[in-house]
């Protein structure tokens, strides 16, 4: 494994270029101290908790199954289940098959679930055991300088602890003596730091995700999704928190003026509007100051130049290959997916700097620390991984998702905020390249927002009301469209000149004559970007009777 750092080129000094950072916020769907004990993990995830993403579907399956200490999909495409005890192998088939309806994971996974393509692994401990182990681990890591991060592997059936690349092993070991953990719990391994990063680097309007935007210090990332807030109806994009502009990236700054593409004024794309501080105090923040659930921000456009798409580039760079930066189209059509990262999974992303790429997931909701150059470095609580895909400066922010198939959606997984990219900026392409990604249950817990990713159906609007009228008589015209919370504006014409003449869903109107024929056309957009328009011609004249 590498060291990550945040991958936006502003923090190659600051936030956007080393390890990622996310804002301190608290998760709606998880309590603020997450619980240590393995029955209260199992309380939780049965209480309906998400904000452990596949792992709190781990865990509501061992509800059902006991002793169940891992579920995923290897490399061959098997799902493969451990069990501490294999002679209750026939139960947890039938348990698995009858969850495959429900739990929260893409068609492939369920598929091979409700078709029994399941390998059986002998485990020794049960999931809820490993992820109270990863809080004690991780509190046991306050005075440990070279953490690189602490997850429940599913794919282990351990607690992995990640040390930072070249450095003893010896102060963690004692650490973890200490707290009389089992033989064989803990799995310890090394990796490089992981940094924040920040070409798709056009200017675009309308915009869509994958883009290239920059704060007024000119450091640059990715744009990730443009979202509309289900209950406020704000419009906006989302991205890495440490992409915003200022010093230290977990201090939260808001309100600073963002770009796509360059600094000039006449490329404003909005203002840095959700960003919590990094300030939670969980006990698995390992005693770091800077720590957080995620690390996004949501940043306000207005419904101007704004569309829910995906910049989708002209190839796909897979086993640690950059990708293509060169835009062919836009996915037109996006879909938050309706499951979270699960290990095995195959996942994109699409980033200024290394394009389009493909990767696996290997770990989810890994605790880890981020380097953050001379400001040093924070932790993020809830941590999803991707190896095998290029990473590099500036694809901070990136989407990830899964991208158009047989299904026409590209379905929206989670923002990119760091990866294993040198120390001081440049590109990752090599064997063990590893980027990292809050998914949408951290994301909209830290922030906290529930946001709309759906590329809403194309807008309508039609007229009724008379077309044959007297002269200076005011008659009365409604519009009707599909579009949620619309703008109305009613104009007309004489052929030479266009008047507004009025707002909201209805218009009441006195025409004049002359001439005999107008143009009336009401035009309707809302905070979803949706534009539609309609027109009709009216008659006009002294000698008609009314309107008709």
Known sequence: MKRVYLVSTAALIAACSSEPTQPGGTPTNSPLQPAQDAQAQLRAAAGGRTARGFEDEILRLENRIAGLGGLFMDPQGNIVVYLRDVADTAVAMRELKAAAATIRVDRAFRDRLSAGRVVVRKGRFAFSQLVAW???????????????????????????????????????????????????????????????????????????????????????C??????????????????????ADGDAPWLGHTGGTMYQNTTFSGNIYGSVYLNPAFTRTDTECMGDPNCTWADAMFVNTGASDFSKVLAA????????????????????????????????????????????????????????????????????????????????SGDSGSPVLIPPGSDPSAYAMGILFAGT????????????????????????????????????????????????????????WTATTNMDDPQFQWSVTDGSNTYVVGSGADLWYAFTSPPTLWGLTVDVSNYQGQTASQSKVIRVSPLNQGCN
């Open 134 to 220: 990863q809080a004690a681990v991780l509190g046991a890591m306050r005075s440990v300088p070279n953490i690189n991060g602490v997850d429940a592997d599913e794919a282990l059936n351990q607690v992995r602890l990640t040390l930072v690349e070249g450095t003893s092993r010896l102060a963690a070991d004692q650490a973890i003596a200490a707290l009389g953990l089992p033989d064989g719990a803990v799995f310890v391994d090394f990796a490089k730091r992981a940094y924040a990063n920040s070409t798709l680097s056009d200017k675009f309007r309308p915009t869509g995700g994958g883009i290239y935007i920059g704060n007024a210090a000119s450091h640059y």
């Open 222 to 243: 990715t744009l990730g999704f443009n979202v509309t807030t289900v209950t406020y109806h704000e419009t906006g994009y989302l991205s890495a928190s440490h992409c």
């Open 313 to 392: 580039p002209t190839y796909v760079g897979e086993n640690n290959s950059v990708g293509s930066t060169t835009l062919a189209g836009w996915w037109n059509l996006v879909t938050r997916a309706a499951f979270g990262p699960y290990t095995g999974l195959t996942i994109d992303k699409v980033g200024v700097t290394t394009g389009w790429t493909r990767g696996v997931v290997t770990e989810t909701c890994q605790a880890r620390t981020i380097g953050a150059d001379q400001f040093g470095s924070y932790v993020v609580l809830c941590s999803d991984i991707v190896m095998g895909s290029a990473v590099g």
């Open 421 to 476: 990219v040198p120390p001081g900026g440049g590109v990752c392409a090599q064997d063990g390249c590893q980027y990292l990604f809050s998914n949408w249950s951290s994301v909209e817990g830290h922030l906290p927002r529930t946001f709309d990713y759906n590329t809403p159906p194309g807008g309508t609007v039609s007229i009724s009301g008379p077309t044959i009228l007297k002269s200076d008589m005011t008659c009365h």
